[in-house]
């Protein structure tokens, strides 16, 4: 089991439901080259790439236990989701998030809250659940936290064509639906001790959220970076960003403010422990274990 990352009165429970090799990095990245990817396999493989060039991501919520509130952060791929584009996450039927929800302590009943840092499949997909033929809200207390400007994107994006975006049918609008979206800003701050960051470029509107107090603290990145090969490279997109060089300019200024800092980076997609602190190295970051 992941170890919680401790700070002072706040634990923060990694809740991974998936870690393998999903893509391969030269699709998943447009710009990596074939010498590009060779010159940096030897750091690269077999932990973060394996032999066979496939990019190991993890799929992962982080659950931050505060004194008074469960608040879970991203909610993974979920169960019984047609994703035909997508066979490794097409209608999965698996017990391991709940498992992991169990190891961390709690339920589907102890959330109080739920945050989507964007409103990509791998990141909505247990807010709901199938209950008698409809999809309702996996966690019954909860109140979902999503940005204003992230959810009308995807609200439109599902009207122009649905058959592209299921997730934003089944797993985001339902939430609407029941009204237990609470819309935001990119910049909300929940209290002294959760705060979102705006992290956009990957998607329109991301976030990131910072956790606890300077000194004890820890950024969960959301996918402002999905492997440590955009740290070296930090302009470097990914397949699904909505504006790439906006995102290189997201990592360069995030990494800037937090290398050499004792700040513990949650990276959600990087390979278990994603923990890690950030330093400069030459034109970008490199990631250290913490
Ligand atoms: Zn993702």
């Given at each position: 089991m992941p170890t919680p990352i401790a700070l002072k009165d706040i634990t923060i429970h990694p809740v991974v439901e998936q870690q393998g090799p999903f893509f391969d990095a030269l699709g998943f990245f447009p710009s990596l080259t074939k010498e590009l990817l060779e010159e940096n396999s030897s750091w690269l493989q077999?932990?973060?790439?394996?032999?066979?060039g496939k990019l190991i991501l993890c799929i992962q919520s982080f659950v931050i236990k505060t004194p008074h509130h469960n608040i879970l952060v991203d909610t993974c791929?979920?169960?019984?989701?047609?994703?035909p584009t997508r066979p490794f996450w097409n209608m999965m039927n698996s017990d391991r998030f709940e498992t992991a929800l169990k190891a961390a302590g709690?339920?589907?009943?102890?959330?109080d809250y739920v945050m989507c840092t964007h409103l990509h499949g791998d990141h909505v997909g247990w807010n709901t659940r199938l209950d008698n033929g409809r999809w309702v809200?996996?966690?019954?207390k909860a109140r979902y936290i999503m940005t204003e400007r992230e959810l009308e994107h995807w609200t439109q994006r599902e009207k122009d064509n649905p058959a592209s975006v299921p997730w934003i049918t089944d797993s985001v609008l339902p939430i609407v639906a029941a009204k237990r979206a609470q819309l935001v800003k990119n910049?909300?701050?929940?209290?002294e001790q959760v705060q979102f960051i705006p992290t956009p470029?990957?998607?329109?509107d991301h976030f990131s959220i910072l956790v606890g107090r300077p000194g004890a603290d820890a950024l969960i990145?959301?996918?402002?970076?999905?492997?440590?090969l955009q740290g070296k490279y930090p302009d470097m997109g990914m397949?699904?960003?909505?504006?790439s060089p906006q995102a290189g300019q997201t990592r360069r200024r995030v990494f800037d403010r937090f290398s050499e800092e004792p700040t513990v980076l949650?990276?959600?997609?990087?390979?278990?422990?994603s923990t890690c602190r950030v330093h400069r190295a030459g034109d970008g970051y490199k990631f250290v274990a913490t």
């Open positions: 077999p932990s973060f790439i394996d032999a066979a791929v979920g169960n019984h989701k047609p994703r709690l339920t589907f009943d102890d959330i809200p996996t966690f019954p910049d909300f701050a929940f209290n470029g990957h998607t329109i990145t959301g996918d402002m970076i999905h492997s440590p397949m699904a960003d909505y504006d949650c990276a959600s997609h990087f390979p278990m422990p």
